[in-house]
């Protein structure tokens, strides 16, 4: 059974940092790409970054140079380092993954962005 858990969410001042986290387990995680979506109420889930198995990282335009993704294939963890956030950066920040061909998602961490 395939489960991620994510971790790391809260309310930060604009310009400020934050680092989720998300463990996972069922799967054969180096192997597997990895990505960080988030969304706000009545929108749909957007891409934010995706990280190959061997590390390999894209970004959606908006975040560039200012999020990084990564991972760590040992303790089957992956990361979002996010910094100068924005209040436009403000959503709930979810975890996910595909494993033949079926979606996997965490239940998603907060992000508030507000002075």
């Known amino acids: 059974q395939v489960r991620l858990v994510e971790s790391g969410g809260g309310l930060v001042q604009p310009g400020g940092s934050l680092r989720l986290s998300c463990v996972a387990s069922?799967?054969?995680?180096?192997?597997?790409?990895m990505d960080w979506y988030r969304q706000t109420p009545g929108k749909e889930r957007q891409l934010v970054a995706t990280?190959?198995?061997?590390?390999?990282?894209n970004y959606t335009e908006s975040v560039k140079g200012r999020f990084t993704i990564s991972r760590n294939n040992v303790r089957n963890m992956l990361f979002l380092q996010m910094n100068n956030l924005k209040p436009e950066d403000t959503a709930d920040y979810y975890c996910?993954?595909?494993?033949?061909?079926?979606?996997?998602w965490g239940q998603g961490t907060p992000v508030t962005v507000s002075s």
């Open positions: 069922g799967i054969n995680f180096k192997i597997h790409p």
């Open positions: 990280i190959t198995g061997d590390g390999n990282a």
């Open positions: 996910h993954t595909c494993r033949a061909g079926t979606s996997f």
